[in-house]
C-alpha cells in the first residue's frame, strides 16, 4: 500500500500541497517543509495534486493503490 509519495523539482520550501477528490473537492491540505508527504489516511483512488509554490501552481494526477 502506498503510504507516502516524493515531491521532485522544488528546491525551496515550505510550500502548500491540496489533494482534490474526482468531484473536486479539497480531501487534505498542508503546508510540508520537506520532499515526502504522508497520505496514509486516504482512501485508495485517483486525486488531483495541487502544489503552491511562489506564485506558481503546479496540478499533477495522484494514484493511490
Not at 5 to 17: A, E, L, R, T, Y
Not at 35 to 41: C, L, P
Amino acid at each position: 500500500i502506498q503510504e507516502s509519495f516524493k515531491i521532485h523539482g522544488i528546491d525551496i520550501f515550505p510550500v502548500n500541497i491540496e489533494v482534490l477528490d474526482l468531484t473536486g473537492k479539497c480531501v487534505f491540505a498542508k503546508k510540508i517543509t520537506h520532499n515526502t508527504v504522508d497520505i496514509t489516511k486516504l482512501q485508495k483512488g485517483v486525486y488531483t495534486l495541487r502544489i503552491k509554490h511562489d506564485k506558481t501552481i503546479t496540478t499533477k494526477k495522484l494514484l493511490k493503490n
